[in-house]
């Protein structure tokens, strides 16, 4: 008989009632004492499962002292017993360890390729419903994905149908606003004063209703407010990171940044931050009731916010990088341009596609028309704007401008469409009664960005930092 647990021959044997196994007395009492269990099948194991087996054995001699060989003998014996089971425990450990790291790595390997596998899956998906297109009418979700059945509110629909009844049932019968500029007026347009360099970096400039402040920040991470009639800065504050795009909610200030954040600011403070983008915000739009924000980013989805609330209610991916985005003056479709050089227009209520538009390459800039029916676009590095017609799904009139366009602008009648670009300023007129188009601005002011003034009586642009206020004198 061999000892289980060191392999030699036992001086006092027993054996488990429930394994058989056979064991030196001293070597399983202590094992039982530190575990509890046996130490070949790992059973829960007593004393009182032992039982002693009767054997020939060789009587032992007295305890001698450590001063003489038997002593040291004993002691080297017990020595070896104890490294016998720290050996044999230490044998049990590692086949176990081996046992749950295999499992662990087996465990990772299938989780891996499952992601792989659903990653594939949707992105096949994607590419299959980005090739839907739609010629006129409504369709269903094209290539836009809602994520985990969200929805806006009952209270943010009816706001949006509201918005949209009332504003459809005015919008051809109203009426230019007095004193609102003339072609004239437009026509005398002339560099009135600069500021001094405010901001590097800057890309945009937004204009409250009053026409006074403008909002813009740069690439430090700093945003301000810009009294144009003060001539100065009425309010600083800090985004944290580089400002992308910047508007004006009422007396909000609005700022997206590089990190995908949206910050809304009053009076100078930070009222509210929303981080829905992984990455950087590419645009910002306001709805007509002014109580709904929408931002897209870079991560293929677009967002919509509570601003009462001040909460973020619905984000919606596409299969491409969304570069800008502006609602309809009804409210009730957003549009917003991709770098795959599509413009998907969307049902706001819902989410789901109205109409897309294929424009010849990454889209820089959109603008809707007050008078519903046209949309104007510009693809990056072009030197033409494309007007298109939402009623027919095509194109109305593409507009040379004759040098880049970073920025267009319509103004709230709809007669005059400002743009922007590295070359200078334009502002192209249409006239409904003659159904002609005409350009009765060009200057030669660079700019980045220009957003009109009150009663589109000024132009303000911005060119590195400096922001430059044309009007009549």
């Not at 670009?421 to 660079?446: F, M």
Request: hydrophobic content about 40%; some cysteine.
């Amino acid at each position: 008989m061999l000892c289980a647990i060191s392999g030699e021959a036992p001086q006092v044997p027993v054996a488990s009632r429930k394994s058989g196994n056979v064991f030196e007395k001293r070597l399983i009492e202590a094992c039982i004492s530190e575990n509890g269990k046996d130490p070949v099948t790992g059973e829960d194991l007593t004393l009182e499962d032992l039982v002693e087996l009767k054997s020939s054995r060789t009587v032992r001699p007295r305890p001698p002292t450590l001063t003489s060989i038997p002593s040291l003998l004993g002691v080297f014996q017990n020595e070896w017993d104890a490294l016998a089971l720290e050996t044999f425990t230490l044998r049990q450990h590692l086949t176990q360890t081996r046992q749950e790291l295999s499992r662990a790595l087996y465990e990772h390997d299938a989780a891996v390729r499952v992601i792989t596998r659903l990653s594939r899956e949707r992105d096949e998906a994607r590419e299959a419903l980005s090739k839907i297109t739609i010629n006129g009418g409504a369709a269903t979700n094209g290539d836009a994905m809602q994520v985990d059945g969200q929805r806006l509110s009952e209270e943010l629909v009816a706001t949006v149908q509201s918005t949209q009844e009332r504003l459809s049932k005015t919008r051809r019968k109203r009426a230019v606003p007095e004193e609102w500029a003339t072609s004239d007026t437009i026509q005398s347009f002339a560099p009135l004063h600069k500021s001094k360099p405010l901001y590097t970096g800057a890309r945009t400039v937004s204009i409250d209703a009053s026409g006074d402040l403008a909002l813009l920040g740069g690439s430090d991470g700093s945003a301000g407010v810009f009294s144009i009639s003060q001539n100065k800065l009425v309010q600083e504050f800090s985004a944290n990171s580089p400002v992308m795009v910047t508007l004006w909610a009422g007396s909000k200030a609005i700022v997206g940044t590089c990190a995908g954040t949206v910050k809304v600011f009053e009076n100078g403070t930070e009222v509210s931050s929303f981080s829905g983008h992984a990455g950087e915000v590419t645009g910002l739009a306001l709805h007509a009731s002014g109580g709904i924000l929408a931002s897209v980013g870079v991560d293929k989805s677009y967002i919509l916010y509570d601003l009462t609330a001040l909460t973020q209610v619905l984000q919606i991916y596409t299969d491409s990088t969304l570069t800008t985005a502006q609602f309809h003056p009804d409210g009730h479709l957003l549009a917003a341009g991709g770098i795959d050089g599509q413009i998907r227009v969307f049902e706001t209520k819902t989410g789901d596609i109205a109409a897309i538009f294929d424009a010849s390459g990454p889209v820089r800039a959109m603008s809707f028309s007050e008078n519903g029916i046209w949309l104007v676009s510009v693809v990056q590095g072009s030197t033409s704007a494309t007007v298109w017609d939402l009623r027919k799904a095509e194109v109305a009139k593409v507009l040379e401008i004759g040098g880049q366009i970073d920025s267009v602008h319509w103004d709230y009648t709809g007669q005059f469409l400002a743009t922007a670009g590295p070359s200078g300023i334009t502002v192209q007129q249409y006239s409904k009664s003659a159904k002609a188009w005409s350009e009765p601005l060009k200057s030669a002011v660079p700019a980045v960005d220009a957003a009109w003034g009150s009663k589109a009586r000024n132009l303000v642009s911005l060119d590195q930092g400096i922001l430059t206020v044309l009007g009549s004198s």
